[in-house]
């Protein structure tokens, strides 16, 4: 009976750094996993030690059907694969041509830049990964009196304003007016590629009147995208404007001549590549309307509360629908108002429910005030913002209420755009109090080596390639970011972390939010704990600790793992040995996280990365569960130990050394044997006879299948 609340999971991942592949199967029925239906995502990269990095994550929820999430890097390949055991079907990534309420919805996004990938025990962060609608354009033009041709002139220079909103594996530019739009789509989203725009109001015209053409027009905006063959571009263009987006594309061969999301894309700063101008797909006559998109007025790209309420409509549509988040049909404007309907309805008391659902009863809001939808949403929302509209007062609720009343029965004389403003009004504060951390995440990258906003990554680019060209030093982008004192980039700055952008830095350092950068120090301290090899941890500690006169934030930087961790010490009441697992146990010196081993690897190369703790802990999890010590054996313990640490690329005779002498205390103390011989890989697969467990969640006791 125990079976019916507590059930094993559904996905299974079996990983192999060494080689770059993991695999993410998903069972229809995890209790007869042996005959049930699955979907085996099948992914491939260079080995982790080469790249510094893991190259992917991913989730699984149910929002009324099932829905895997995947995040990948530009060079990993993915295959799927479908149906009965031993009869799957190659299918293309996403929606299977089978049964799709009997499997899941695969949701595959080939990330631009692999430092938002973030760490394996972090929760897979989807919006911010995908990235929110933003809106570039050139600073406000005052409209001049003096003469119809200046006014005209004005106006045009403000058309310039460019929409860009980023897919699953696409992204898509609208100009403001709708008289243009640019679709960047991967053909095939399981193969490797990779593309990286830049957007320039004025910067790139100059250059088209001086190197290519005389004849553009002003009010032109100018798209530049490098990308690799895989990557399609569409234009389409309405007849009357049909230059409202001049787009220059440059098809390269090799993933590595892609620069990185966000680089400025001058011809001085990379002048080898070969800028051709795309032509037109499809041109729209001029006796049909233009497609206006109603989010340009909404300023969607507000940036914390705009862009969550814009996630949570998306959350609430598909927990209605059951519809993929970016394939909706709904408009944009339906989206965002879903979304402030969600909002609410997690903020508010019972009471505020109420109201609510009175408020939107016969509407198609009304389906994100069902209970179910809310708890859905409530589980896999952002836990900082959910915390953050809990914590309101009831009269600034109550406020909102009677504002979001006031727009659906008179959305003329209380529009969309006042709702949102009393919207951000109310909630801004207390999210951004709530959530600061993830706010800094939002204008940098997780690893901080620069930034997620586009224009904030063009402007330090530009300020960090001549530094580089001169071999000079260079502000790291959190000290270049606050001495920012004008110009674009501190407008930006301003509206993400708000007026004191500067003082929001300095306590993100201050709280160690902001990574410290590596230096020849970090490095030779590094390479002379690695030289000890595997020691005892109290060993390794006292050494850490000497070295810190020179280097005093080598403990934020790398720290002690031990080989056999501590919970199969601690968490096995069986073993009364007065060994002190902690002190004396066998550990080995790694990086800190993903971000510092991915710049150990960028500076020193990837023969000093060993492997970085969590993603080990992280492995070891999966084939033995936290709280399932006691039901395994010394020897699957060795084995699970062993599999995770050869993965790893750790060397073989760090594994045969002392770390034996644990086990062996270990199995003594049991009275078990233990053969220390290296297990087969595929012995360590549940379809190899890997053992399966399962927590029952009333108890938190684990049981073995």
Not at 42 to 57: D, E, K, M
Not at 298 to 326: E, H, M, R, S
Not at 329 to 352: F, K
Request: net charge neutral.
């Amino acid at each position: 009976m125990v079976y019916l609340f507590a059930l094993p999971p559904k996905v299974e991942v079996v990983e192999d750094p060494s080689t770059g592949s993991a695999t993410i199967t998903w069972y229809e029925s995890s209790l007869q996993w042996r005959t049930s239906n699955r979907t085996i995502l099948a992914l491939n990269s260079p080995p982790w030690h080469q790249i510094g990095v893991r190259p992917f994550a991913w989730d699984y929820f149910e929002l009324e059907w099932a829905h895997l999430r995947l995040a990948v890097a530009r060079g990993v390949t993915v295959t799927q694969r479908t149906g009965p055991p031993g009869r799957e079907q190659n299918v293309p990534i996403g929606w299977n041509a089978l049964d799709p309420k009997r499997y899941p919805q695969v949701h595959l996004h080939r990330c631009q830049d692999e430092g938002l990938l973030g760490d394996p025990d972090e929760t897979l962060d989807w919006y911010s990964i995908i990235g929110q609608p933003q809106r570039i354009e050139k600073e406000k033009f005052l409209l001049s009196l003096t003469s119809n041709d200046d006014a005209i002139e004005d106006w045009k220079k403000q058309q310039k304003a460019v929409q860009v909103t980023p897919g699953e594996n696409a992204v898509t530019f609208q100009q403001i007016d709708g008289f243009a739009k640019v679709d960047v789509t991967l053909s095939n989203p399981g193969n490797p590629s990779a593309y990286c725009y830049d957007v320039r109001p004025e910067e790139w015209m100059e250059e088209l009147k001086e190197h290519e053409f005389i004849d553009v027009d002003p009010s032109s905006t100018v798209i530049r995208i490098v990308h690799t063959r895989d990557v399609k571009i569409r234009l389409r263009a309405h007849e009357d404007q049909k230059d409202a987006l001049i787009v220059e594309a440059c098809e390269v061969s090799r993933l590595s001549d892609v620069p990185p999301q966000g680089a400025a894309l001058g011809k001085a700063d990379f002048p080898h590549l070969r800028f051709r101008r795309h032509a037109i797909d499809e041109l729209i006559p001029s006796n049909r309307q233009p497609w206006v998109i109603a989010l340009f007025e909404l300023a969607i790209n507000f940036i914390p509360v705009v862009g969550v309420v814009y996630d949570l409509g998306q959350l609430a549509y598909a927990a209605a629908t059951g519809k993929t988040f970016f394939g909706y049909n709904v408009s944009e404007e339906e989206l965002l108002l879903m979304g402030i309907t969600t909002a609410i309805g997690l903020g508010v008391s019972a009471a505020g429910v109420r109201s609510l659902r009175k408020i939107v009863q016969g509407t198609r809001l009304e389906a994100a005030t069902e209970d179910a939808t809310l708890s859905q949403i409530r589980r896999i929302a952002d836990a900082g913002y959910v915390e953050a509209v809990g914590h309101l007062p009831p009269r600034q609720w109550d406020d909102l209420l009677s504002a979001f009343d006031r727009h659906l029965r008179d959305p003329i004389a209380f529009p969309l755009p006042k709702l949102v403003d009393k919207f951000t009004n109310v909630v801004n504060d207390a999210y951004l109090v709530a959530v600061e951390r993830r706010v800094m995440r939002k204008v940098f990258k997780p690893d901080f080596t620069g930034f997620r906003d586009a224009d904030l990554a063009a402007a330090y680019n530009r300020y960090l390639q001549p530094k580089l060209r001169k071999k000079l030093p260079a502000l790291d982008p959190a000290s270049w970011a606050k001495k920012a004192n004008r110009g674009l980039p501190k407008q930006l700055l301003r509206r993400a972390l708000g007026d004191e952008f500067v003082e929001v830095i300095n306590r993100a350092e201050r709280a160690d939010v902001l990574p410290r950068r590596l230096t020849k120090k970090h490095i030779d301290a590094y390479d002379f704990l690695v030289a000890r090899g595997v020691e005892d941890y109290g060993t390794l500690r006292n050494l850490r600790n000497n070295l810190k006169n020179k280097v005093p934030d080598v403990g934020k930087i790398f720290e002690i793992d031990h080989l056999l961790e501590q919970r199969f010490w601690r968490n096995n009441p069986n073993l009364t040995t007065a060994f002190d697992e902690k002190g004396l146990g066998m550990a080995f010196v790694v990086p800190k996280n993903p971000a510092v081993s991915r710049e150990m690897f960028i500076m020193a190369g990837g023969q000093r990365i060993r492997y970085v703790h969590n993603v080990k802990t992280n492995m070891l999890k999966e084939l033995i569960p936290n709280g399932a010590e006691t039901l395994v054996t010394v020897q699957e313990m060795w084995d699970a130990h062993v599999h995770v640490l050869r993965s790893l690329g750790t060397h073989e005779s760090l594994i045969k050394g002392r770390l034996v002498k644990d086990f062996r205390l270990m199995a003594k103390q049991l009275g078990q044997s233990l053969d220390t011989r290296f297990p087969r890989p595929g012995a360590m697969r549940h379809t190899g006879g890997w053992p399966r467990f399962v927590e029952d969640p009333t108890t938190g006791a684990w049981t073995r299948l």
